[in-house]
């Protein structure tokens, strides 16, 4: 295998002696133009052992159902939006889920503000179109209306950024699975096989929100955070260490402990409950997600290591924490100050980061 | 003798009931054997009733210890309910084979005897609960009770099946592999082999010694029953029992060691009746151990039976009904694209109708945009659901009628028709159980008594009642009985229940002084824990200081009632704390009337903290005043009132008071503004201007103190806040104010003091205020 100078490849290439196992050994239905059946889909998301013994990793740690679901989906011609809080693998599992079904992971269509109608349905080349006339030729095609006509999975990333009308686009292609060309008088049809999976990202719920219609095309599969602590807690010191490896830091990676009770922070506020389930606290706007988690340690260990002594203590730590938590200076204020006083105050081995946020905040 | 056909059902399956009841039509059974208490066989012929109407119970109990009690629940879905009314309908003799009632309850009387002479942490459960845990271990399918499945890994047995077979818990192998299936005429043999083969390797043991002797007296009594239908020359005889008691059934056991193991059982007396029921009663959550998950699901599966194309589009059609209730959109579309997700996950999911999780997974993604939201109150109305049954108005009477009568006797209080007025005295404790008793039928919804004098304050030792009986209080105790067989189990149960529904902070801390009133320990705890909980929670500041007053009452005056006001404490500290933290946030930026409405809540909740007078909560608060009365954006109203009520603490000395006095009212204050502070912080009371010499004395050196053109603008404002007081406050201001500033000074003490004379009332105030020398 020559080596690639991509810095990042395709889920297709990077797994692609997977994919080829598995369709080797996948003897049940495929739905038509699909790669793999639907079970085999899973197995790959999911990572298993074939019965040749080859090992497939998993792609997706989480809850096997989603997944099913997302499969079942894209197998009833329905489309599919995966919805969740940033840094939940939403791209991820896009991505993935187009290799396996199509073997084809770069129809993509990336949503911003400036996301036009021509790039969701197809643009002109104009040096042919003022030459010729329009025509065929002149036809520039979206990768929405390439999917269309190759049979593949389109992916739209960040639906939601994307404005309103020209979101409504997709409402004729997802219904009418055609989009029609009316400077030609023709329209391309889809062919079996075509969907679409779209992400979108529910805190930026009203920004534009999906119109009504267009919610109904779609079947939402909501990607949770990380179900247990001890999960998040792994994912946490894993990426800590990659990137701490990445950035150079000088400081020591963190203690278990910190980033334990770090996560518990993060999760207690998000589930508006403590571990113990005893008491419920407000939980601010912030999202807390894994992904800050990692940032607040990261920033914790590059404070230790510039300006103390190389090892991450709690009042490192604090500055970030109270940074990820108020992001509302008024309501998370309110939220901190009242979950600091009545829960971190209370547990007897939790003083020294209670300090060290107090200090913080005079 | 004829081999019995045994029939191992699970309790609440509705396909083990539709599989019964094929059955039972192909074989025409001429006696059928069902696993119930003995004693209630009387009762059978109700079930075809007018007025029945499932899910009732069946409720053995002791009538001299109405807390001694059992209930069976049933419900239209239940194989044994559809045994026994296939049973009267064909006019075939069924009989009850379980352990009669009179030696499980005796023996469970004995058990909490013992239990009470050793008394574990781990049992300190509502009593409500306990009951049902004790009716949990009389039930197969899921045997042992729910503590220990909890703390056991192993838990239900039926969890090892489901394991085996790759599921995550046994309630959805159950019901994909039984309950929602659509054939089952082979079922009972392939559940039998399944449960023989599982009991033999589960053992016998149990966590519990007396429980798994319980169990073993429990089926000699069920062989016993067999042999004695047998003898009667029946010839097809059916038994219906939990498919875990089959093995038993089958064993060879002689006729001696089931009498010698039954012989010499303790007895008690026992009655039984039916009552009505509810599904959330039958759910597992409510604490019955061979609860289900989700009744209306399997109504839903009982009664789509014949129909099983309708039985996705059915549900979802549900579903869509409810969405559209509480006006969330939702066409048939959805229902459309709904179901074929449904059906396309059982497929992937190789089974061949799509189940509850299916069901509930497409109407997450179709109908909800993934949002759980929706699935809460699908699950309540629809998967649980809310029917409540009714029994016929001719079945005896229930033990809460009972315990209700005994306590009348008790207390010499007796209902009478007519109105009368009753005056208690509490600090008699016959007259405190009075008033207790009235408390707990209150908060039954029977209002046998009214409380004559409203806002009554705790601290008094009197309480005017007015009495008068109605019938229908009757039917009201029997719907009641529910919640459970003593008025304090129900009005317990009752108040526990109610708490999860009540969302408002105030009517939270008024139910604490309800339950406080009537004396219900384990709920005062339910409900202060929720207030707790909800606090958290809420945003609204004025609710939160809504809760302190009667929080506070409670604690300053619980001891008149013999209450334990420790409770309570914990409680308003907590709240004390947050209502500090967000207090000062939310003086800011109000208009007018809400900070007339956020003063009078202010003054409240002061006082109430006073009451408290615990140390470090009085200092969050005074810290919250503090912030009030120095923050530049807060309403003038409320700062006044804020300073005002630094001073009066002492936390603010006089020349802190006069500064800000001075800064609030000078020349560049807005009139207005300036007096609202005026207005705040005099309180609507003169009389501090009148004996407070500090304050006085503050008054006068502002006004003095004010360049003629300032005093013309502020005056007709001052004036307005002195419009406020009283005729004859006014005056003895004007009567003060003439006496000019010399008055200001402090009285001196009388030179001439005479020691030895202002000794001798000493020893008769010593005494009087019981104060040691």
């Known amino acids: ?362 | 003798m004829a081999a019995p056909h045994l029939f191992g059902i699970r309790h609440h399956g509705p396909g083990c009931a539709r599989s019964l009841v094929r059955a039972f039509d192909a074989l025409l059974p001429d006696c059928i054997l069902i696993e119930g208490p003995p004693e209630s066989e009387g009762l059978l012929q109700a079930v075809l009733a007018e007025g029945m109407q499932p899910p009732v119970a069946l409720l053995s109990y002791c009538p001299d210890e109405p807390q001694l009690a059992v209930y069976h629940p049933f419900a239209e879905f239940s194989p044994e309910w559809q045994a026994i009314r296939w049973a009267v309908l064909h006019a075939v003799p069924v009989r009850f084979m379980d352990l009669p009632m009179a030696n499980d309850l005796a023996l469970q009387k004995a058990h909490r005897q013992a239990d009470e002479a050793c008394p574990e942490p781990a049992h300190a459960e509502a009593p409500a609960a306990q009951d049902h845990r004790d009716d949990a271990s009389a039930e197969a399918g899921a045997p042992a009770n729910p503590a220990a499945s909890e703390d056991d890994r192993a838990g239900d047995p039926l969890n090892w099946l489901a394991h085996a077979a790759g599921y995550a818990d046994g309630e959805s192998w159950w019901n994909h592999m039984v309950e929602e299936r659509g054939d089952g005429e082979q079922l009972f043999a392939a559940v039998a082999e399944a449960m023989t083969a599982l009991r033999a390797d589960w053992g016998e043991q149990r966590d519990d010694p007396q429980e798994s002797q319980r169990e073993v007296l429990r089926e000699a009594h069920m062989r016993q029953c067999l042999r004695e239908a047998q003898k009667t020359g029946a010839e097809r005889i059916a038994v219906v029992c939990g498919a875990w008691h089959l093995r038993a059934l089958q064993t060879s056991v002689t006729i001696k060691a089931d009498q010698a193991l039954l012989k010499g059982l303790p007895r008690v007396k026992v009655q039984s009746t039916w009552v009505p029921w509810t599904y959330r009663h039958l759910t597992r959550s409510s604490g019955y151990g061979a609860g289900i998950v989700s009744p209306g699901w399997y109504e839903h599966l009982w009664r789509s039976q014949h129909l099983p194309q309708l039985r996705t589009v059915g549900w979802l059609a549900r579903v869509a009904r409810l969405m559209r209730e509480r006006d969330l959109d939702c066409s048939s579309a959805h229902l459309i694209e709904a179901t074929r997700l449904a059906d396309a996950l059982a497929a992937m999911r190789e089974r061949p109708a799509a189940g509850l999780e299916e069901l509930q997974e497409a109407t997450r993604s179709v109908f909800a945009m993934g949002d759980d939201s929706l699935l809460h109150f699908i699950a309540d109305e629809l998967v649980v659901g809310d029917r409540l049954g009714s029994v016929p108005a001719d079945v005896p009477t229930v033990p809460l009628q009972r315990d209700l009568e005994q306590a009348q006797k008790t207390l010499r209080l007796k209902p009478e028709a007519v109105q009368r007025t009753l005056d208690l005295d509490l600090r008699n404790s016959n007259d405190l159980a009075r008033s207790h008793l009235l408390h707990r039928l209150r908060l039954l919804d029977v209002p046998w008594g009214e409380l004559a004098k409203v806002g009554r304050s705790h601290g008094t030792f009197h309480e005017v009642w007015i009495l008068q009986w109605q019938p229908e209080f009757l039917l009201q105790l029997i719907e009641a009985s529910q919640w459970g067989q003593t008025l304090v189990q129900a009005a317990t149960a009752l108040v526990i229940d109610k708490v999860g529904r009540v969302s408002d902070l105030a009517e939270l801390a008024a139910l604490v002084d309800r339950v406080l009133l009537a004396d219900l320990d384990a709920a005062v705890q339910a409900v202060t824990q929720a207030l707790q909980s909800r606090a958290a929670l809420t945003g609204d500041v004025l609710q939160l200081l809504a809760t302190l007053p009667p929080l506070a009452n409670v604690f300053r005056y619980g001891n008149v009632r013999q209450t334990d006001a420790a409770m309570v404490a914990q409680v308003l500290d907590g709240l004390i704390v947050r209502a500090a933290i967000a207090m000062p946030l939310a003086c800011r930026n109000v208009d007018d009337a809400a900070a007339q409405s956020l003063r009078e809540k202010l003054l409240a909740a002061h006082t109430a903290v006073a009451l408290r007078q615990g140390q470090e909560e009085t200092q969050a608060w005074r810290q919250a005043l503090q912030q009030i009365a120095s923050s530049t954006n807060t309403r003038q109203l409320l700062q006044g009132v804020a300073v005002r009520l630094l001073l009066d603490d002492a936390v603010w000395s006089v020349e802190q008071v006069a500064q800000a006095m001075s800064f609030e009212l000078s020349m560049g204050a807005e009139p207005s503004k300036a007096a609202a502070w005026l207005e705040g912080f005099l309180n609507r009371n003169a009389l501090v201007l009148l004996h407070d010499m500090r304050v006085w004395q503050l008054m006068d050196e502002w006004l003095v103190g004010l360049r003629e053109e300032h005093f013309v603008r502020v005056l007709p404002l001052v004036r307005r806040t002195f419009s406020t007081f009283s005729a004859s406050e006014r005056s003895a201001l004007a009567q003060r104010a003439g006496q000019g500033r010399v008055v200001a000074a402090m009285p001196k003490p009388l030179a001439g003091w005479n020691e030895e004379r202002a000794a001798l009332p000493l020893p008769l105030l010593r005494q009087l205020l019981g104060v040691q020398q």
């Open chain 1, 1 to 362: 295998m020559t080596a690639s100078t991509a810095i990042r490849e395709h889920a297709e290439t990077q797994f692609a002696e997977e994919l080829s196992e598995l369709k080797r050994h996948d003897t049940r239905a495929r739905p038509q133009n699909w790669d793999l059946s639907p079970w085999a889909v899973i197995t790959y998301l999911m990572g298993g052992k074939l019965d040749s013994g080859f090992a497939i990793s998993a792609k997706y740690i989480g809850n096997q159902r989603l997944m099913e679901i997302a499969v079942a989906t894209l197998a009833t011609d329905r489309a599919l939006l995966l919805y969740g809080v940033p840094g939940t693998a939403k791209s991820w599992v896009s991505e993935h889920l187009a290799a396996a079904i199509s073997g084809d992971s770069t129809l993509l269509i990336q949503g911003t503000a400036g996301t036009s109608e021509e790039q969701l349905r197809y643009g002109w080349n104009y040096a042919q179109l003022l030459a010729h006339g329009p025509s065929e030729q002149a036809l520039v095609s979206s990768p929405l209306m390439h999917a269309m006509r190759t049979g593949k999975i389109a992916r739209v990333e960040e639906l939601t950024r994307i404005p309103a009308d020209v979101q409504d686009t997709l409402i004729t292609i997802l219904s009418e699975k055609s989009l029609p060309i009316p400077e030609l008088n023709s329209e391309v049809q889809a062919r079996r096989g075509f969907n679409v999976i779209a992400t979108a990202n529910n805190r930026d719920k009203g920004v534009n929100e999906l119109s009504s219609a267009l919610k109904r095309r779609f079947n939402t599969v909501v990607l949770p955070v990380p179900a247990s602590e001890d999960e998040e807690v792994s994912i946490v010191v894993k990426r800590v260490a990659e990137m701490g490896r990445a950035l150079q830091l000088p400081a020591e990676p963190p203690a278990l402990k910190e980033v334990r009770r770090l996560v518990q922070i993060f999760r207690e506020l998000r589930s508006g409950r403590t571990a113990d389930e005893r008491t419920q606290v407000k939980s601010p706007t912030s999202t807390l997600s894994t992904a800050e988690a990692i940032s607040v340690i990261n920033s914790g260990m590059a404070l230790a290591g510039h300006f103390g002594d190389g090892v991450m203590r709690p009042h490192d730590l604090a500055s970030g924490l109270i940074g990820a938590v108020v992001k509302d200076p008024i309501q998370d204020n309110i939220v901190w100050n009242e979950y600091l006083e009545t829960v971190v105050k209370e547990r007897a081995d939790w003083k020294d980061l209670y300090r060290a946020c107090r200090e913080q905040q005079t």
